[in-house]
């Protein structure tokens, strides 16, 4: 597999591109198809969260691969190709690995070391499974990715650091507009977000919690959850229960603002409070006008200015001993699959090498027809020996050098030195000839605006 990744992220972007390249409804699944058709890709992926929309695909080669996906996520975010290349990322081979080993990890993650995006990579696998997109090389990447991420949860003190973001966002509430414990609050949305932060405002007090959501069934169900905590409110009547509550969480993945300005001045207008009328957005692309920051009595946190909280806040946890974990993972991956892709030709070696011997050993038994029993059987061994000895040392070396990035040239040497047939290779490791065995190419990642001119060395074209 020669593992690419395109894709942008609260890294790179700001919130506004972020938001306008926000994948909803049913363009996901066809952003997904549309990769996986591509005629340099043979299989693919697609994180797609509130923070980053990332593309993994099994390419054949470097600047193609970068080429096509690039303008796939132009294409069905409906962001201009030239404006979206300066925020777009790229990562290949061990890079790629090493990136989405670290996401896993939460250490690409707003809020450095929160555990949510296990659950998201793990849908984003799942996703892939479900729409036959993803083979057996991505299926294996995610899983050891999952793998991954829980070793660094289980290992290290990085849920110290690994607040939710819904707990992150409460704090940064809590600063503006008083402590959470006491306050009504109305969470807008019932999917996992809001399900998370519904959970979390009954575990942080809140004396009245309500619960709207588009479709009522969803609301009842997660408020059943939640047993007896919170109850459900029309989606139609959320303007008008603004200025009951203080605190509004939103996050139902709407293409369009779903709470605009005027109404939250209204809700204002009305409040007797003396607490500002809090707002914690959750949503790409955002669910709350944005002109709500400029009203007053009135406070908004969205995901903008919690990038911005989380980057002012002090170092987290063990994030030196997570990367640690991340860099030998990465390491034993590689290698792991190196080893993999020479497999195969050693084995079809072997099986050539043994059909040679019956072969030669037949012809032995036809001229010497006379050869008694005991004698057949001697030379048949010492045949067998004789062969098993040549082939044991560079057997064992190409295994060894397979480890090694570059591993993939001594499979194609023997297979060239033996005139191996290519069928029988591919006849061993499951896939039809003419299928990718993976490129040793040393990694990259570099921006994609300069994907064109400097791919990594030695990388396909």
């Given at each position: 597999m020669s593992l690419l990744v395109v894709g942008l992220s609260h890294r790179t972007a700001p919130v506004g591109?972020?938001?306008?390249?926000?994948?909803?409804?049913?363009?996901?699944t066809r952003l997904l198809h549309d990769a996986a058709a591509s005629a340099t890709v043979a299989e693919a992926a697609l994180v797609n969260t509130c923070n980053r929309i990332e593309l993994y695909a099994d390419v054949d080669k470097f600047h193609a691969g970068v080429a096509e996906l690039s303008q796939l996520l132009a294409g069905h975010s409906g962001v201009d190709i030239d404006e979206l290349t300066p925020h777009l990322y790229v990562h290949y081979e061990d890079r790629a690995v090493h990136h989405l080993f670290s996401v896993a990890c939460g250490l690409d993650s707003m809020v450095v070391g929160e555990g949510q995006i296990l659950g998201q990579l793990r849908d984003a696998l799942a996703k892939a499974q479900d729409e036959h997109t993803a083979g057996r090389g991505l299926n294996e990447l995610f899983q050891q990715a999952l793998r991954v991420g829980k070793r660094a949860h289980s290992e290290t003190g990085i849920d110290k650091a690994g607040q939710s973001l819904v707990t992150f966002g409460l704090e940064q509430v809590a600063v503006g507009a008083g402590p959470i414990?006491?306050?009504?609050?109305?969470?807008?949305?019932?999917g996992s977000m809001s399900s998370l932060a519904a959970a979390t405002l009954v575990r942080s007090g809140v004396t009245d919690l309500q619960i709207a959501n588009r479709t009522p069934a969803r609301a009842e169900r997660l408020a059943e959850i939640l047993g007896g905590a919170a109850r459900t409110l029309d989606f139609d009547k959320v303007p008008q229960a603004l200025a009951d509550v203080d605190l509004v969480i939103s996050c139902t993945g709407a293409a369009g603002t779903v709470i605009d300005a005027a109404?939250?001045?209204a809700a204002v207008a009305a409040r007797t409070a003396e607490q500002p009328l809090a707002f914690l957005d959750l949503a790409m692309p955002r669910d709350v006008d944005h002109a709500v920051h400029r009203l007053d009595g009135a406070l908004l946190v969205d995901l903008e200015s919690l990038s911005h909280a989380h980057a002012a806040s002090p170092g987290a946890g063990d994030v030196d001993a997570v990367s640690t974990i991340v860099g030998d993972e990465v390491t034993a991956f590689g290698q792991a699959q190196r080893a993999a892709r020479i497999a195969p030709t050693v084995v079809a070696l072997r099986a050539m090498a043994s059909e040679v011997v019956r072969g030669e050993l037949a012809r032995l038994t036809s001229r010497l027809p006379d050869l008694d029993e005991r004698s057949s059987a001697e030379i048949s061994q010492t045949v067998r020996r004789v062969v098993d000895k040549l082939l044991h040392a560079p057997t064992v070396k190409v295994k060894q050098l397979a480890g090694e990035p570059g591993g993939a040239s001594y499979a194609e040497a023997l297979r060239e030195l033996f005139d191996l047939d290519p069928a029988a290779v591919h006849a061993v490791s499951g896939t039809p000839v003419g299928d990718r065995a993976g490129s040793s190419i040393p990694a990259g990642g570099i921006p994609a605006a300069q994907a064109a001119v400097a791919p990594p060395a030695g990388a396909p074209r």
């Open positions: 591109v972020l938001e306008r390249a926000a994948l909803t409804g049913e363009t996901p414990a006491g306050k009504r609050a109305l969470v807008v949305g019932a109404e939250v001045a």
